[in-house]
């Protein structure tokens, strides 16, 4: 028993391990976009249902030794890919669709190993079925949630912080061997011993599981169940990421409770032998209290973060889904005949959530609505399975179920829609172009600020305004928005007037700082997203009004400064955020190294550190140390209502530069005490978050 506790323990831990290393691996490659972790979660959600339908199809189809030969075979062929280094041959040329991809990157890089940890969980279970029938077997996948758990809850704050990515991955690639021979060990364990046939299996009194064949309605409700949680863990995670960042640790929280859920639920010993420790007597009102403000919450601030609340909520009603969702699939679980069955219907599920959030939602809608989507469906589920309970008379603590429960459901579901309604009507709102792509949302918004003349027309990546253009002729060259006169990239560019000057731009926005741009002025703007380059030219002015030479070039700023000969700029600026989602790999100490190959002599690299919710300033100043450069920090709090208040950190060598009177006013840095200079292969957002 011990020797498949141990291995059921490995495969779960290293599977959910993996996930952050390679996303991590893979995230400065694809613009350092929250929709990347969005698309490997589809590829992992994809290969655990094609682990579970092999470990299902070997079952039920092959003999024990035959199984044991099988897989023993696939688990020494899956060690040809370790390490997990992604080869750098996989990064993107600019015109590369990022989806297909990142999928088949990920297929070559860790493919047959993380398919053969997922079909372990199914595979070992049946195998201790067989071996030990009158066992709880539900235990090891309680067990191989928590081992799942402790893979993501040890990431953030231990693993990510102590070892650069190349050390993890090698560190895991060691793991995998451990748990391939466990692995191996555990198969022909199971097939030398004598065997019970899963079909005349008993079920003891602990597992409570229905013996009977299951019927095509319950399959389809395990389906629905599990597809439910998977779209609400993703569009959770895909609502907070794009506003927050995309890193690990952020993604990682979602997904804790996630796990926790099935933890709790198939938690099956003693008197919590139905569904563990969930039950709809306190289930469904939490889930319920929570879904309205969820949804209050959603149209309230009209998708503005506040981060002190929003996680919070956010975090709580996930919760509150997947038990409802998860426990529900508990209290339906077959009996052990059956259970490689119901993983690969769990799986399927999943698989389906995490498709529709990560492919075909981005292709079919022009706004984030799956939020609102997932909370809706929540509540019809809900509605169905109270209304199910209420006609066959079920009992909860010893009180037969009226039909209040469906009632409430069918009220919360409206509630819910209706709020929903309004935020995308919001969204609407002054909208003249909507559009959405791998890498979110964009809207062209137009606002009367006080007059025909006044009439402004703005680019808004998620909830993020990037920048706004009078639309009155006689207004709309001026640089307003982040450009102020008083904003330190403002600032920095007059440092080198009187003179033509090269500027590279990592970031276009609606091309605002361009409006800055003189006769023999060159402007190299790399921008990442093909639509933000549409949007600038077709809705709005400042690219075509320039009186500088301007170049555009599409996909990752750094990866195209990587590959361009040097173009010795006199200012480089990096304001590439996407929504409020923060690209570390231009922050680091290589993406400084590379920014610093195109400086001309005495240049100046200028990041808007303008931020909610990280305190970016303490670490660029530690990068900028590392390579031997000085900084500033200017601050620009206008009292014009055309400007926005800005933070910019000024990077260089040139002494003229850092003693000029025009950055007198720069304000300390406040260092973060145990905070180091990030490079790619070692960073950790969470020491500057606010």
């Not at 990592?506 to 190299?524: E, H, K, M, N, S």
């Amino acid at each position: 028993m011990f020797l498949f506790a141990a291995t059921v323990f490995a495969s779960a831990f290293l599977l959910f391990l993996v996930q952050p290393i390679i996303a991590k691996q893979i995230l400065p490659w694809f613009g350092g976009n929250a929709s990347v972790w969005t698309v490997c979660m589809v590829f992992f959600q994809l290969v655990l249902l094609g682990g579970y339908a092999y470990a299902d199809a070997l079952v039920r189809r092959c003999a024990p030794r035959a199984q044991a030969a099988i897989h023993t075979l696939l688990l020494a062929a899956s060690l040809a890919f370790l390490p997990i280094l992604a080869s750098e041959s996989w990064k993107p040329a600019p015109d590369t669709e990022p989806t297909a991809r990142i999928l088949l990157l990920l297929v070559m890089t860790i493919g047959l190993p993380y398919f053969l940890l997922s079909t372990t969980g199914p595979l070992l279970q049946a195998w201790f079925a067989r071996r030990y029938p009158s066992a709880t077997v539900y235990r090891l996948f309680a067990l191989s949630n928590l081992a799942s758990l402790a893979a993501l809850v040890a990431y953030p704050p231990l693993i990510e912080p102590a070892a650069s990515l190349q050390t993890q991955s090698y560190a895991w690639s060691a793991l995998y061997v451990v748990f391939a021979v466990l692995c191996g060990a555990s198969a022909w364990r199971a097939a030398a011993k004598p065997t019970v046939d899963l079909a005349v299996t008993t079920v003891t009194s602990s597992e409570n599981a229905t013996t009977s064949t299951p019927r095509i309605s319950e399959y389809l409700l395990w389906l629905a169940l599990s597809a439910l949680g998977s779209l609400m863990l993703l569009a959770v995670t895909s609502h907070i990421t794009q506003n927050v960042a995309s890193v690990p640790f952020i993604w990682i929280v979602p997904l804790v409770l996630y796990l926790l859920s099935f933890i709790l639920v198939f938690d099956v010993g003693g008197a919590r032998a139905k569904s563990g420790w969930y039950a709809r007597a306190w289930g469904l009102p939490a889930l319920f209290a929570l879904m309205v403000a969820m949804s209050w919450f959603l149209y309230e601030n009209l998708g503005v973060m506040d981060i002190r609340y929003s996680i919070a909520l956010y975090s709580a009603g996930l919760f509150a889904a997947c038990m409802f969702c998860h426990g529900e699939l508990a209290a339906m679980r077959p009996a052990p005949r059956y259970l490689t069955r119901f993983y690969l219907m769990i799986s399927i599920g999943g698989a389906a959530g995490g498709l529709f959030v990560g492919v075909i939602a981005p292709r079919i809608f022009n706004m984030f609505v799956e939020l609102p989507i997932a909370l809706v469906a929540c509540g019809a589920l809900a509605a169905l399975l109270t209304w199910r309970s209420a006609q066959a008379g079920l009992r909860i603590s010893g009180r037969q179920i009226q039909f209040a429960a469906p009632v409430a459901a069918l009220a919360v579901t409206a509630t819910a829609a209706w709020y929903g309604y309004q935020y995308v009507a919001y969204i609407h709102t002054n909208a003249i172009v909507m559009t959405r792509n791998f890498y979110g949302t964009l809207r062209v918004k137009e606002y009367d600020r006080g007059g025909d003349e006044h009439m402004t027309r703005a680019l808004v990546h998620g909830v993020i305004n990037h920048g706004w253009q009078y639309t009155d002729p006689a207004l709309r060259d001026q640089p307003i928005s982040y450009f102020g006169p008083g904003a330190g990239i403002a600032k920095a560019l007059d440092f080198y007037g009187g003179r033509p000057r090269r500027i590279s731009i990592i970031g276009l926005g609606v091309g605002a700082f361009t409006a800055w741009g003189q006769p023999g002025d060159y402007f190299r703007i790399y921008e990442l997203d093909p639509d933000v380059v549409r949007i600038a030219r077709e809705q709005f002015w400042y690219l075509s009004d320039s009186k500088a030479k301007i170049d555009v070039v599409v996909g990752d700023g750094r990866l195209n400064m990587e590959r361009d000969e040097s173009q010795r700029f006199d200012l480089i600026s990096v304001d590439a955020f996407s929504s409020g989602s923060i690209p570390i790999h231009l922050l680091t100490r290589e993406a400084l190294q590379a920014y610093r190959r195109h400086l001309a002599p005495g240049g100046v690299i200028v990041y808007n550190v303008t931020n909610r919710f990280v305190n970016l300033a303490p670490q660029l100043q530690l990068v900028a140390e590392a390579e031997g450069m000085k900084i500033l920090l200017i601050n620009d709090d206008p009292s014009e209502d055309k400007y926005s208040g800005t933070a910019y950190v000024l990077v260089t060598d040139n002494p003229k530069l850092l003693a000029d009177k025009r950055f007198e006013d720069a304000d300390d840095i406040v260092p973060i005490p145990g905070l180091t200079a990030w490079t790619d292969g070692f960073n950790n957002l969470f020491k500057v978050v606010r």
